[in-house]
């Protein structure tokens, strides 16, 4: 496909060329122009150049149509001129009049067809056609379309409960059915192993109270292939929020203390997490091929980064020194299954204390790549970074910014957070400082990446970490 870039080099290729195989799909042709244009600007989709978009239809089906409203389920493959491609699951609502949902999810009007003229929206955003989700896929009848909810517990226990979206689009889309459960639709499927149903059904089965329970998950069941996750329904946790509301309250109101009281308890959790994790899934010692792989995945990724990020060209060689420091260190540990992705925002603050959600990994990284085992410091960097956002947000932005205070507030809830993990049987961060590095530094490598295509307002936090890192002594 062919790509027009302006004198600036931004791409100005429009929404209707990376449409054109939508376009012509008997199902999607007619809704097309309007939902080509609304995917590419979602917070989940990747907003790299903006260039080079060949979207088209994997599968689509319609799960739900009476007289005034239909459900459409679609995959959708967008081939980019890079060569990656990566599918994204869209549920479609076709309205005859005004949708029973917010303005802010209606998105435009079908064109021909047999929906000519009506409501295109987000369906998420509508409880009618959740619950008719819920319903088709639990029940599915034979043939088309061949999506089932597993369920782990009886059918009728979502029988009344009122669906509703969570209004912040993250990497996936939430809705809570009447604060029993949340069923998180996964924007980005891959075919195989998804880790979250894994590690959420292994520490089910354990009746680990650190997460959530598994009670479904909603997966293609093409016979003869291997099933997609498409979505995972868990237990709905009441909360007052998670820990990085919490930390960006705190900071920002001055309270450094209470934080870091915080601090201390979450690296507890983690440490806890962490071996009911081995337990659940087993651990292993780290092998010299192990630390092989894990070596040449950060370069790959660096390189990766580098080719989409020109910010961090300056500190590649730099980086890729830390790396080979990690492979000459890297001894005797043990690797296990660990969370992967971990931040604060994925740490709620319960009334039975921290709870963990969110087991997908990094949500860009190939499925077989975010099943593997690792080394469980890499969640500590996680956490450690997290620290450093939150104290940029909270401190070193806006006025009164005050970088020092920021660093300061950054390095003690760090400092603490490592105690309480050791404390409670974690590794001690301070004695693998070159792992510490390694790991800091690939976190941010990804969060450089990850900004770039979503959030590029806040691309200077992670490259400012990079510089930090390497201009120090
Ligand atoms: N089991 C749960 N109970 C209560 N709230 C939850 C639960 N799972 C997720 N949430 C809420 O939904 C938000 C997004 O969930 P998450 O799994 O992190 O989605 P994403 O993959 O899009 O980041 C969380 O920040 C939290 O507020
Ligand atoms: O949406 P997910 O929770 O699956 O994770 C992705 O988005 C996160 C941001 O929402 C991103 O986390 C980064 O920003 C956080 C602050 O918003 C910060 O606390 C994390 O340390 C930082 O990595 C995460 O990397 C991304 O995978």
């Given at each position: 496909m062919s790509t027009a870039s302006d004198a600036s080099g931004a791409c100005a290729q429009a929404p209707d060329a990376a449409g054109a195989s939508l376009r012509a799909h008997p199902l999607l042709g007619p809704l097309a122009p309007a939902l080509t244009p609304w995917l590419l600007s979602r917070r989940w989709f990747p907003h790299d150049d903006g260039c080079g978009h060949d979207l088209r239809p994997v599968a689509c089906s319609v799960l739900h149509e009476d007289d005034a409203v239909a459900l459409v389920h679609a995959l959708i493959e967008d081939r980019r001129a890079s060569g990656d491609s990566r599918r994204w699951q869209l549920l479609v609502g076709v309205s005859r009049v005004p949708p029973a949902a917010p303005d802010a999810a209606v998105f435009g009007r079908a064109g021909d067809g047999r929906w000519q003229?009506?409501?295109?929206?987000?369906?998420?955003?509508?409880?009618?056609?959740?619950?008719?989700?819920?319903?088709?896929?639990?029940?599915?009848?034979?043939?088309?379309?061949?999506?089932?909810?597993?369920?782990?517990?009886?059918?009728?226990?979502?029988?009344?409960?009122?669906?509703?979206?969570?209004?912040?689009?993250?990497?996936?889309?939430n809705v809570v059915f009447g604060d029993r459960f949340m069923f998180k639709l996964i924007r980005s499927p891959q075919e195989g192993v998804q880790p979250e149903t894994e590690i959420l059904s292994a520490l089910t089965r354990l009746s680990s109270p650190s997460t959530p329970r598994l009670a479904g998950w909603l997966h293609t069941a093409d016979s003869g292939s291997t099933p997609t996750v498409l979505g995972v329904l868990t237990e709905f946790l009441p909360n007052d929020g998670d820990a990085w509301r919490l930390a960006l309250t705190e900071a920002g109101a001055g309270r450094a203390a209470e934080f870091t009281a915080h601090a201390r308890t979450l690296g507890g959790a983690v440490a806890e997490l962490h071996a009911r994790l081995a337990e659940a899934l087993g651990s292993s010692a780290l092998t010299h091929r192990q630390i092989r792989d894990q070596t040449a995945a950060m370069g790959e990724r660096l390189r990766a980064a580098v080719g989409e990020v020109p910010e961090l060209a300056p500190y590649e060689k730099r980086l890729a020194a830390l790396h080979e420091d990690y492979a000459r260190a890297a001894g005797d540990g043990a690797v296990q299954r660990i969370h992967g992705d971990l931040h604060l925002g994925q740490i709620l603050h319960t009334p039975d204390g921290w709870r963990f959600i969110d087991f997908e990994g990094e949500p860009a990284r190939p499925l077989v790549e975010r099943v593997r085992p690792e080394h469980p410091l890499r969640d500590v960097a996680g956490m450690f970074r997290s620290f450093d956002y939150a104290a940029a947000q909270a401190l070193a932005s806006g006025p009164p910014a005050d970088a020092a205070h920021a660093r300061a507030w950054c390095a003690v809830n760090q400092r603490e957070f490592a105690r309480g993990y050791t404390a409670a049987g974690g590794l001690d961060p301070d004695l693998h400082p070159v792992a510490m590095r390694a790991f800091e530094a690939d976190k941010a490598v990804y969060e450089a990446l990850y900004e770039s295509r979503h959030r590029p307002e806040w691309l200077s936090i992670p490259l400012a970490a990079i510089d930090r890192a390497l201009s120090g002594p």
């Open positions: 003229g009506w409501s295109l929206y987000d369906a998420t955003a509508d409880p009618r056609l959740m619950t008719a989700l819920v319903r088709r896929t639990l029940e599915p009848r034979r043939g088309e379309p061949r999506l089932t909810l597993a369920a782990e517990f009886g059918r009728s226990a979502l029988d009344g409960l009122v669906p509703r979206a969570l209004l912040a689009d993250q990497s996936n889309t």
